[in-house]
């Protein structure tokens, strides 16, 4: 029997002659292993998106074993609350009223007084109403404010105790230079630097922090504290971290260098005054 051309090329395609055209079982696995990686990859964007846009609110538990203690705290808290900015309003009321008290000396505790007042006013009055209200959540634009202004005056009180350090130690060791030397300009300047210190060492890790997907939106604390914040991400925080590592220690050694040498040589400068019996 004579085989036509035409059976022969049948007989090719039948038998899988062509497998040249189809990709090995090697190439079929790297395939789909590369696709596997990029669904991967697009679904840990997606999951990050999500939570990116899905947290818009925390929710404060507070003391979450206390819940029925919620009205007895909330007096406990309402009674001392007060007294923080009524005795605060009361210092820089005198020192302000009286032309006499108007110098350079007493400007630092005024303005130490008003800077204690907005730092207590930035977590108790929401703690207050979270005591009370079934509500406990705060939105994430509000949380991340409180963050920021917590931290950043807190950090400014800690460099205005140290400037406050140096005015007590030019007023002590050196009084007969102490008005040519901490004039209103320089006063003034100290206690900006102190505000505009604080906001400078904190505004990088806020806004890192805000940048963090979180995985969640219960947040195991009475206020928007840094380290409850960086627990609820899911992405790396090594670097929020590294940073928080090295702004703590710059702003608490550095503070209490400056604050401990002045007192140092206000205390060496007091022994050796002499005495009125010598």
């Not at 395609?13 to 991967?40: A, F, V």
């Not at 260098?257 to 400068?269: D, G, K, M, R």
Request: with cysteine.
């Amino acid at each position: 029997m004579k085989t036509e051309p035409w059976m022969f090329s049948y007989a090719r395609y039948s038998t899988g002659d062509l497998s040249e055209h189809r990709p090995s079982g090697e190439e079929e696995e790297e395939r789909e292993e590369e696709e596997e990686e990029d669904l991967n990859v697009l679904m840990q964007q997606g999951m990050m998106l999500a939570n990116q846009s899905s947290v818009r609110e925390f929710v404060l538990l507070g003391f979450p074993h206390q819940h029925h203690l919620g009205f007895l705290l909330f007096l406990v808290h309402l009674m001392i609350y007060p007294l923080v900015p009524a005795g605060n309003v009361v210092i820089i009321a005198i020192t302000w009223a009286d032309h006499h008290l108007r110098t350079p000396m007493n400007f630092f505790p005024r303005s130490f007084s008003f800077l204690e007042i907005c730092f207590t006013s930035v977590i108790v009055p929401k703690m207050l109403v979270n005591f009370l209200s079934e509500d406990k959540t705060i939105s994430f634009a509000g949380c991340i404010t409180q963050a920021f202004f917590y931290l950043s005056l807190g950090v400014s009180e800690f460099l205005l105790l140290a400037a406050m350090s140096v005015d007590c130690y030019v007023a002590i060791c050196y009084p007969l230079h102490y008005m040519a030397i901490m004039s209103g300009r320089v006063c003034t300047l100290m206690v900006l630097s102190s505000w505009f210190g604080g906001f400078f060492f904190i505004i990088g890790l806020i806004v890192m922090i805000s940048w963090l997907s979180c995985g969640s939106k219960i947040l195991n604390h009475f206020f928007c504290d840094l380290g409850p914040l960086v627990s609820l991400s899911c992405t790396n925080t090594h670097l929020v971290e590294s940073m928080d590592f090295l702004v703590a220690p710059v702003v608490l050694m550095g503070s209490l260098a400056i604050t401990v040498v002045p007192y140092s040589y206000i205390v060496a400068t007091v022994i050796c005054i002499p005495s009125a019996k010598e």
